[in-house]
């Protein structure tokens, strides 16, 4: 298949309004929709081809609650690493929607899949987790284009999370999202429009 620009700039648009989403309706996100943003994350490229990543969806509301109880716990931790006032400043700042987000999914990592043979990991094993995270953004790309917004929430601990989910040993966090239709859109960064941090210029260098 040969792209033409109007393809490039749909997924600049894609790029640009892709962002962390803290504020949700009420509105469900519908079957056929899960389904696309599942279809999604199987097109994602992954080491060996291993497909390394395993989601549960939460929809248990106690299971939730331990979740929001855990968030809390090490929101706590990270306020006190600051000094004041940027310890007021981060206090301040929404960094979740567990309270509001209809759907929440919790990515994990199985870390050593027999599938893929271990093509690939031999040298660099963190090659799983990037596969994982290569899935999470084609899934965040995917739900914008159906306007629905994503937060990643990682302000939790990993293992209390594997705990709460009862997930296998093998199996470690990755991610846990937040998704659903967001109140406003906006193609600022939240921490940049709230002013605590701009974005800066990335390092491209050439030798």
């Not at 000094?83 to 509001?100: C, Q, T, V």
């Not at 999202?177 to 002013?195: A, H, I, Q, S, W």
Request: overall charge negative; hydrophobic content about 45%.
């Amino acid at each position: 298949m040969q792209f033409e620009t109007q393809h490039v700039d749909a997924l600049m648009a894609l790029l640009r309004w892709r962002r962390d989403v803290r504020h949700f309706t009420d509105q469900r996100v519908s079957h056929d929709d899960l389904t696309v943003l599942q279809q999604a994350m199987a097109l994602a490229p992954s080491v060996g081809n291993c497909q390394p990543w395993r989601v549960i969806n939460v929809v248990d509301r106690a299971l939730r609650e331990k979740i929001v109880v855990d968030h809390k716990a090490a929101n706590q931790v990270a306020a006190d690493q600051y000094d004041e006032p940027r310890r007021e400043d981060y206090s301040a700042l929404k960094l979740a929607a567990l309270d509001e987000a209809p759907l929440q999914l919790a990515i994990f990592t199985e870390c050593d899949p027999a599938q893929g043979h271990g093509l690939g990991r031999q040298s660099m094993p963190e090659a799983v987790v990037y596969s994982t995270v290569l899935a999470i953004h084609s899934l965040w790309l995917v739900a914008r284009s159906l306007n629905l917004g994503v937060g990643w929430v990682s302000i939790l601990d990993p293992e209390r999370v594997e705990r709460i989910l009862d997930v296998q040993s093998s199996w470690h966090l990755t991610a846990y999202l937040c998704l659903g239709y967001p109140k406003f859109t906006d193609d600022t960064p939240e921490l940049e429009r709230v002013g605590w941090q701009e974005r800066t210029d990335i390092v491209w260098a050439t030798k």
